[in-house]
């Protein structure tokens, strides 16, 4: 009997980026890149063998039909994808940039935008789910898309399916007259799973940030408000179980330091600090540690090896080129040195 899927919903975009090197530059000064939060989560979970679809909406034309057949080459059922619209959502994102620094997003009167609730047929979809996959990106761009999200995630509770939302915030999105905190909470409270930052639980959940947080600066003082961030989320959300969060910090250097927690049943994990000179490309990482969160949810780990593998995959992807990580399970796991993280049998 086949194995059921991990949905991933969310739109799929373009991502346009000037070439990496000057070399390449001179016949290829942009490079075009296939990403989306939830595309990118898809494509780490197929690379390390979960059984995975993606549901997205896109134009009934020749681009999205190879854009459709790269996704089945990656492992990613795409039966579920909707066809329609007009157009395939981009992003330009500078070279080296954080994605809150030089960013354009040009998804007006894309296909995924123009959802509407009724569209799409949620008892085909989570027929053969396990699992549904969601990121606060998609309910940013307008009501309609909000509405859908809420409709999918009422058909999973429906079916008592377990549901993930990473928290992260675009302000750059929130354009359709309505506040973060009036949409997010209806969502949230579906989910079993939430990922995120302490500053992302403010923008999105209304979650206080202590303002003196940064010029306390030690580390002990982010776990600390990280615990206080995850125990207020799971007070409010009866159904959240797990909390995970991210620190990341970036010198004008360019180094980086970058460590997480995972918090559930009572208990807080913390993973090792990593440190790195210098980031090939930050677009995707969080997406990476999503997938890394589910993977070991889905082969029930340990916390501490659950939080290792998915913060070795995250910080590894800031070292490939793109948005989506190829990165199989064997490198993950060989970087946490616990290969038996491969060798789990899956729930």
């Known amino acids: 009997m086949a194995r059921k899927k991990i949905l991933c919903f969310g739109e799929l975009l373009f991502r346009i980026s000037p070439a990496p090197n000057a070399s390449l530059a001179t016949k290829h000064p942009m490079m075009l890149y296939l990403g989306g939060a939830e595309a990118n989560v898809a494509t780490a979970l197929a690379g390390w063998e979960l059984p995975v679809k993606y549901c997205t909406a896109l134009p009934d034309n020749f681009m999205s039909r190879h854009v459709m057949d790269y996704l089945e080459y990656k492992g990613i059922f795409t039966s579920s994808i909707v066809l329609g619209g007009d157009r395939i959502g981009l992003y330009y994102l500078e070279r080296g940039a954080d994605l809150k620094g030089s960013m354009v997003y040009d998804r007006e009167g894309s296909s995924f935008s123009k959802l509407k609730p009724g569209m799409i047929d949620w008892d085909k979809v989570l027929q053969d789910v396990c699992w549904l996959n969601l990121s606060a990106i998609s309910p940013a761009l307008n009501q309609g898309v909000a509405d859908v999200c809420l409709e999918a995630m009422q058909a999973a509770a429906a079916r008592n399916i377990p549901i993930?939302?990473?928290?992260?915030?675009?302000?750059?999105?929130?354009?359709?007259?309505?506040?973060?905190?009036?949409?997010?909470?209806?969502?949230?409270?579906?989910?079993?799973?939430?990922?995120?930052?302490?500053?992302?639980?403010?923008?999105?959940?209304?979650?206080?940030?202590?303002?003196?947080?940064?010029?306390?600066?030690?580390?002990?003082?982010?776990?600390?408000?990280?615990?206080?961030?995850?125990?207020?989320?799971?007070?409010?959300?009866?159904?959240?179980?797990?909390?995970?969060?991210t620190f990341r910090f970036d010198s004008e250097m360019g180094r980086?330091?970058?460590?997480?927690?995972?918090?559930?049943?009572?208990?807080?994990?913390?993973?090792?600090?990593?440190?790195?000179?210098?980031?090939?490309?930050?677009?995707?990482?969080?997406?990476?540690?999503?997938?890394?969160?589910?993977y070991g949810i889905y082969h029930q780990l340990p916390d501490q090896q659950l939080l290792n593998y998915a913060t070795a995959a995250a910080f590894g992807k800031l070292q490939e080129d793109g948005d989506a990580t190829g990165q199989d399970a064997i490198m993950v796991a060989a970087a946490t040195g616990e290969r038996e993280a491969t060798q789990q049998t899956g729930s």
């Open 164 to 245: 993930s939302m990473d928290l992260n915030y675009r302000a750059r999105l929130w354009k359709y007259g309505k506040d973060p905190v009036e949409i997010m909470p209806a969502l949230v409270e579906h989910c079993h799973l939430v990922m995120g930052n302490i500053w992302s639980a403010a923008s999105l959940l209304g979650i206080a940030v202590d303002p003196t947080i940064h010029e306390k600066g030690t580390r002990q003082a982010y776990l600390d408000h990280a615990q206080q961030t995850a125990d207020t989320i799971m007070a409010r959300f009866p159904k959240v179980h797990t909390v995970a969060n």
């Open 256 to 294: 980086i330091r970058y460590f997480t927690t995972l918090h559930r049943d009572g208990n807080m994990s913390v993973s090792q600090e990593h440190t790195a000179e210098a980031v090939v490309d930050r677009s995707g990482s969080g997406d990476c540690f999503m997938a890394g969160l589910i």
